[in-house]
C-alpha cells in the first residue's frame, strides 16, 4: 500500500473516532463531506468543540482541517497545508463550510503582492502592541536584551534588534526576530540563527504571548549545531500604554443559589473594591465573607440568586488519573472575558514537596484561571485552580520548560469556610460542562 493510501486511512480513521472522544491528537489532513458531516456531529455535541477544528478550503471546496488542541496557530496550519496540497489560495470557513477568514496562505508568513494584505504600519508610528518594548531573551542558557518594535521591512510588522553586543558576533542593532502578528497574542515569522563560526540564516518562529510580561517562541534549529530552540522572553521594559490593564483578575463560582462564590484568596488580596461579572453579563460589587490565607482560597458573596453552582466531591474521591477540566478566564486583557475550556489529569495527589494542601494538574491554565473550579466528570468540583509553575524560576531551577505543571487546593479546604448560611437549590443542568460554564464568574478587583 502506497504511502498516499495509509496517509489518508490514517486521517479517516483519526475523523471517525472525532464522533466519541473528546479530543483528537493534533493533525492535518484532507476531509471528504462525509467526514465535515462527522465533524460538524462531534463539534456540536455535549463537549462544544465547535471552536476546536478550523478548515481551510480551496475555491473548489476541497477542505483541510487542523483539530484537536485549539492552538492560536490552527488556522495558519491549516492554511498552509491546503495550499501545499492544492497550490491555491484557501479560505477559512466555519463548520458549516460559511467564510470566516479570506487570509490566505504561503509557505511562510510573509504575503503575496497578489494577495489583500493588511496595512502594515510604518517604522516610524508608535508601538502599541502588547508585544512592543524591551524583552530579556533566555535561550540554551545564554540571555541577552531586544527592543520589538515597528518593522522597518514592509513584509514584517514587527522586528526584535538586539539592544547591546552579544555573542555569536552579534552587534547592538542587528536583527534577533521578524514576524507578523496572526491573531491576538499570537505571531508567526523568522528568528536569526548564529553559531560560534558563522551565521546560519532566518529560520521559522512561531510566537506566543502568555501574559503582558512573558512571551514563548519556538525556534526550530536552522542548519544544525544550534544551542536551544525556545525563547523565554521576559519584559524589562513598561507596557505600552494601549494595553489598559486592570487592577487584576480571576475566576471564582458559585457554591450555592444564594450568591456564595469561592476563589482563591490571592485573586482578591489587598483589593479596596471587588466587582463579580456574572454569566447574565451583570456586573455586581462583592464581600470577602470569609477567607484563608494559608490554603488561598476566600469566599465572596453577592446580592444574586441562581440555578447553576456546583457542588465539592466527597473527600477522598478524586485519585491520580481522574479526568478533570476547568472553566476561566485566562489572560482577559489579551484573550477577552469570554469563558474559555481545558481539560487534563489530576498527575499527584500532593503538591510540591508533598504538600497534601494541593493536586498537582496537567490542565493547561494561564493567570486569569486562578480560582477556578476543577470539576470531575460527574460534575463535582475535587479543587479549585491555584497556581502554575513559572517558568523563568522553573527554568533557572531544572535546565527546562514545565510542561503543564499547575496545582490546584483540594476542595476540602474549601469546604471548611464555607458560611453555615449557604443553601442550595436545584440544579439547573446536569451536563458537566454546561453547568460549570453557567456557574463561574469573572472577578476583577481594585
Known amino acids: 500500500m502506497r504511502d498516499h493510501q495509509r496517509f489518508v486511512i490514517f486521517i479517516q480513521s483519526l475523523l471517525f473516532l472525532a464522533s466519541f472522544a473528546p479530543t483528537l491528537p493534533s493533525y492535518a489532513g484532507e476531509i471528504s463531506e462525509a467526514r465535515i458531516a462527522s465533524y460538524k456531529k462531534w463539534a456540536k455535541g455535549p463537549m462544544d468543540h465547535v471552536k476546536d477544528v478550523v478548515l481551510a478550503c480551496s475555491p473548489e471546496n476541497s477542505c483541510w482541517g487542523h483539530w484537536g488542541d485549539s492552538i492560536p496557530g490552527a488556522k495558519l496550519k491549516a492554511l498552509n497545508y491546503c495550499k501545499q496540497k492544492t497550490g491555491k489560495a484557501c479560505r477559512i470557513v466555519d463548520v458549516n463550510l460559511r467564510s470566516i477568514d479570506k487570509l490566505s496562505s504561503s509557505s511562510s508568513t510573509t504575503r503575496s503582492k497578489t494577495e489583500t494584505a493588511p496595512v502594515t504600519p510604518k517604522s ?77 540564516g532566518w529560520g521559522s518562529l512561531s510566537l506566543s504571548l502568555h501574559s503582558q510580561t512573558q512571551f514563548l517562541a519556538d525556534t526550530p534549529c536552522k542548519g544544525g549545531n544550534c ?40 485573586v482578591i488580596e489587598g483589593a479596596t473594591e471587588i466587582f463579580v461579572t456574572v454569566p447574565t453579563g451583570e456586573q455586581l460589587k462583592a464581600q470577602v465573607i470569609s477567607k484563608s490565607a494559608s490554603t488561598d482560597l476566600a469566599v465572596l458573596k453577592v446580592d444574586y440568586e441562581t440555578d447553576n453552582y456546583l457542588n465539592f466531591a466527597n473527600p477522598g474521591a478524586a485519585d491520580i488519573g481522574d479526568d478533570v477540566f476547568t472553566l476561566g478566564f485566562p489572560i482577559s486583557d489579551i484573550l477577552g472575558k469570554e469563558v474559555k475550556y481545558s481539560e487534563g489529569v489530576i498527575n499527584s495527589l500532593s503538591g510540591i514537596q508533598g504538600d497534601a494542601t494541593f493536586f498537582q494538574i496537567s490542565v493547561p491554565i494561564q493567570p486569569g484561571n486562578s480560582g477556578g473550579p476543577l470539576v470531575n466528570q460527574d460534575g463535582d468540583v475535587v479543587g479549585i485552580v ?53 456557574s463561574v464568574v469573572f472577578i476583577e478587583v481594585k
Open 227 to 266: 544551542v536551544g530552540t525556545q525563547k523565554l522572553g521576559n519584559r524589562v521594559g513598561p507596557v505600552p500604554k494601549t494595553s489598559r490593564p486592570v487592577g487584576g483578575s480571576g475566576t471564582g463560582f458559585f457554591v450555592s443559589s444564594g450568591g456564595i462564590i469561592v476563589t482563591n484568596h490571592h
Open 124 to 200: 516610524s508610528e508608535p508601538c502599541n502592541d502588547l508585544i512592543c518594548g524591551k524583552w530579556r531573551i533566555n535561550q540554551g542558557g545564554y540571555t541577552w536584551i531586544v527592543d520589538i518594535r515597528r518593522s522597518k521591512n514592509p513584509d514584517w510588522e514587527f522586528e526584535a534588534a538586539w539592544v547591546t553586543d552579544g555573542g555569536f558576533g552579534y552587534k547592538a542593532g542587528d536583527l534577533d526576530m521578524r514576524f507578523n502578528k496572526i491573531e491576538e497574542a499570537y505571531y508567526e515569522g523568522q528568528s536569526y540563527w548564529r553559531n560560534a563560526l558563522f551565521a546560519l
Open 386 to 438: 491555584t497556581a502554575t509553575a513559572a517558568v523563568e524560576e522553573f527554568y533557572k531551577a531544572t535546565g527546562s520548560l514545565p510542561q503543564n505543571v499547575n496545582w490546584a487546593v483540594k476542595a476540602a479546604y474549601a469546604s471548611l469556610i464555607l458560611p453555615s448560611s449557604a443553601r442550595k437549590g436545584k440544579r439547573a443542568s446536569d451536563n458537566p460542562v454546561k453547568n460549570t460554564k453557567f
